[in-house]
């Protein structure tokens, strides 16, 4: 599209990020993960097909079934032509639950190539690198501190999120491939030393492993006991360190670690647990469903509420007491939160968790050895190829540009792995392979395709939770109990197929109108060509959503242009049915990010 | 595969003065060939109903025999309809008008239902200025029958498997000038900005408002040697000048677009805005009359509003008939009893 001041030119189709951006889930999801392709591929019950799809991808469908941050669904186009969008995640783990054995699919460890690759953690990140890089032949070393691998995935998110077992089985796929070699309960200590052993390449992938504290807040010493800092308690709960709680938890913080930090709380002994943040409860950075999860369980959020002090008494923690404020905008949209003036409130607790964010700390990796840090203590990374400063060394994953989620890190590894393989192999790390792209045209007779064209009303279904009491007893049984295939094929027939692209061919339209009089959203235009904006509000139905194109198709016979909004087209092919010359055609687009190599 | 429309509507669509949406005008989806004129016709008729705010509910869609005939399936789903015999649409129209002068009447009707076996009946609706719409969706072929010529074809014109017609066309808007029609336009089925106001304007008419549809059958006459297919139309059309249609609700404006020429204010107390119509004037039937023939003599076709008479006086009020539907007069009303007979007779005799 160009900019502003000049008419529109046609749309290059050829370029693929067109058609990808229509793909409202598929771009809006780090790893590009075809969603629709893998939706279609269960609603035919073919949910291994549909598994590997994802594990191409995103390396842990199962994990990310249950535990996706899930971006796709906020930007999936079913939202903006209805309540709620699509259950992408659910669907998902549809797939990974209902799988049969896929280690035949596994690819198979690559003849040595010769080259050695360290990698320290053996989170996400790390695992998706080896995963890529397995399959050339690369000697993989993974490094982790802790027993088992899975990084954040096995120590801070709760079993009752994820089942011990479904992450086992995703960690296992990747770490079973002979050329990768695990080291567990190994620290790496200096990153000199390792860079002194023959490793040709280092990836780092060692999150970001520091929770934030209150250090100055009066009480902090004295209470230091039962005052815990947020994700060194979960890892400690998770590796059965700590088995119990006090009866009254305070949980400081707004986000998903404080929500799991107070769900957890709630399952080994504490009947009274408050979640108590500074911003107001919109603001509140945890996703909504883990707030309503939270509520469900007996939790009250409380917020604008500031800490003041630790209340200690005779040498014990006994409560806080918290400053209340409210919260005040400026234009830009700043907060700042300011002091109602009331009387300070008194809640009293027994223990607290301090959930209030998490940091990069490399207190092992020295500064005299090429690697340059940022002001943040972050890495100066290039942000394409994922290298440091030095050559050798790449990051990925939280350790990279700080917190984040699995998908995150996951896309990220696949770079990082790409650039790794080409440092590897000598090759310039610029000359990055484009996505795979296909085009295929599904008619098959006037009103026939081969996708599901129709589509359907229903609304989002829910997936069932397991027993309350149940659950609240037992901290490893899991709480959402998934889609029943049935219920499965229900939501996965919601997707509208927006890979499905409505392709338009000039020379063959005489321009009947047939499109424009059948399309039930309103999508089809042909107008006279303008600037942009123009443009956009001389459609049938003004484009208002700038982030969704606008396809245009050069001069028609009688001067006009075909423009169609792409925001609301419901890929239902009724255009092309309706069109008596076959000038527009619904053809399946499949891209797919390139990895380092063929899973 | 799909013969069912997707419930979703775009998110922005509006509701009208009525507290409708253009989905409450909508039809069943079409069967119709695809890319048949036809069908943007119809949806023509979607936009000036939605956008003139009718009560779907006091609409009748009456239609006789055709692809054409068949269209009032495909809009207005929730108005009443009668699909009759072939060509005997008007009898139909008027009985119901007859019976009900408080609804608004469409009239579809193809160039062979109108011009060929319905040319009787076309004649004399007209001439009574029955209040109603006619619209013929004039494609120049016996659609439904697989594409022979009709009444309207031109002569020299020839179908996709069909010899040069050796007859002389009817012109429809010309007869329905001379029978009397007091609203008589022509236009395009792909030309929805001339179409939709045209038929807001007709709706609104009080009297025989005749609309001359030119409307494509891409299957069977839609050759480069057709007079009636979508690019020999594009090519020969002319249109009077652009008409604003300016319903009664909408504050009229003083500030004219450049090129206002005239005003025309139809019965119910709506506007029509005339720009840039030349030689024609809209009020005359002679003038209108002689457009249409030094256009055709030029090989032109021309569209647009030709004419409308702002007074017409409709069937009713030339009967002097009660409008009042006759399912609200009471028994007593409706069957005045022998006694009222024989005042009737006494004053004959
Ligand atoms: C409480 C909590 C809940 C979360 N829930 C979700 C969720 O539901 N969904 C989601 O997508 N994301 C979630 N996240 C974020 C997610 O876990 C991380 O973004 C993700 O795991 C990052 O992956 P990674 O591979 O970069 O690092 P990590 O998963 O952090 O793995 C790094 C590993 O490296 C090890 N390590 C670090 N330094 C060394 C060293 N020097 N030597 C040896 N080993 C070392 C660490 O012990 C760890 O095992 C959550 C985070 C927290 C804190
Ligand atoms: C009394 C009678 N005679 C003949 C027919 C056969 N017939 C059906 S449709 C049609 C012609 C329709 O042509 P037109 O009115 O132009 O409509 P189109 O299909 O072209 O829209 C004919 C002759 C009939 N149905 N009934
Ligand atoms: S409707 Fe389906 S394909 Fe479209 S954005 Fe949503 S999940 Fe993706
Ligand atoms: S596929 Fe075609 S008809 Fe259907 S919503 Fe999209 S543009 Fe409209
Ligand atoms: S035969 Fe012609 S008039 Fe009939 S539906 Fe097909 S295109 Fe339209
Ligand atoms: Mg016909």
Sequence with gaps: MTAGGLRLKPTNIADPEYFHKVVDCQYACPAHTPVPEYIRLIAAERYTEAYMVNWESNVFPGVLGRTCDRPCEPACRRGRVEEEPVAICRLKRVAADNKDDITEFLPASGKKNGKKVALVGAGPASLAVARDLAPLGYDLHVYDENAKGGGFMRSQIPSFRLPEAVLDQEVEYITDNKNIATFYSTRIDSLKALLAKDYDAVFIGSGAPKGRDLPDLPGRKEGADNIHIGIDWLGSVAFEHISSVGKKVIVLGGGNTAMDCCRTARRIGGSEVKVIVRSPFADMKASPWEKDDAASEDIPIIDNHVPLEFVIEEGKLVGMRFDRVRAEYDAKGRRKLISTDEEPAFYPCDEVLVAIGQENAFPWIERDIDIEFDKWELPELDTVTYQSSNPKVFFGGDAAFGPENIITAVAQAHQAAISIDLFCQGEKLTKRPGPGVTLVSQKMGIHEWSYDSSVVSDVRYQVPHADKTAALGDRKLEVELGFSKDTGFEEAQRCLNCDVQTVFVEALCIECDACVDICPTECISFVDNAKEPELRDSLRMPAKNLDQDLYVSDKLPTGRIMAKDEDVCLHCGLCAERCPTSAWDMQTFLYQVTKASQI | ?349
């Design chain 2, 1 to 349: 595969m799909s013969y069912i429309r997707p419930e979703f509507r775009h998110p922005a669509s509006k509701t009208n003065t009525s507290g409708f949406t253009r989905k409450d005008y909508e039809g069943a989806l079409s069967t119709l060939c695809a890319g048949c004129g036809h069908d943007s016709v119809s949806n023509a008729i979607i936009d000036s109903c939605f956008e003139l705010g009718v009560w779907p509910h006091r609409v009748a869609k009456i239609s006789g025999i055709g692809c054409s005939s068949k269209t009032p399936t495909y809009f207005l789903g929730k108005s009443h309809g009668f699909n009759s015999v072939h060509g005997r649409m008007p009898s139909v129209a008027t009985g119901a008008n007859m019976a009900n002068g408080e609804m608004a009447y469409i009239g579809v009707s193809g160039d062979s239902d109108t011009a060929s076996i319905g040319l009787g009946q076309f004649a004399h609706v007209a001439r009574r200025n029955l209040n109603m719409v006619y619209i013929v969706e004039n494609n120049g072929c016996y659609g439904l029958t697989k594409g022979q010529d009709s009444a309207t074809t031109d002569v020299g014109s020839s179908s996709k498997k069909g010899d040069p017609n050796p007859y002389e066309a009817v012109d429809l808007c010309s007869m329905a000038l001379q029978l009397g029609a007091t609203f008589v336009a022509r236009s395009f089925s792909g030309d929805k900005e001339q179409l939709v106001p045209l038929i807001k304007a007709a709706i609104t008419h009080n009297g025989f408002a005749f609309i001359d549809v030119i409307s494509p059958c891409v299957t069977f006459n839609n050759t480069p040697a057709s007079s009636k297919g979508f690019e020999f139309v594009r090519e020969h059309r002319e249109a009077t000048g652009k008409m604003d249609f300016v319903p009664v609700r909408s504050e009229i404006t003083t500030n004219y677009e450049p090129g206002f020429v005239k005003e025309i204010t139809l019965h119910y107390g709506s506007v029509i805005h005339l720009y840039k119509d030349d030689k024609l004037d809209c009020t005359d039937r002679n003038s209108a009359l002689r457009a249409i023939q030094e256009h055709d003599e030029k090989g032109r076709i021309l569209t647009g509003l030709l004419y409308v008479d702002p007074d017409s006086r409709d069937f009713h009020k030339v009967q002097q008939t009660v409008k009042q539907p006759l399912r609200d007069l009471n028994e007593e009303d409706l069957c005045p009893g022998a006694r009222s007979l024989n005042a009737i007779n006494a004053s004959l005799r």
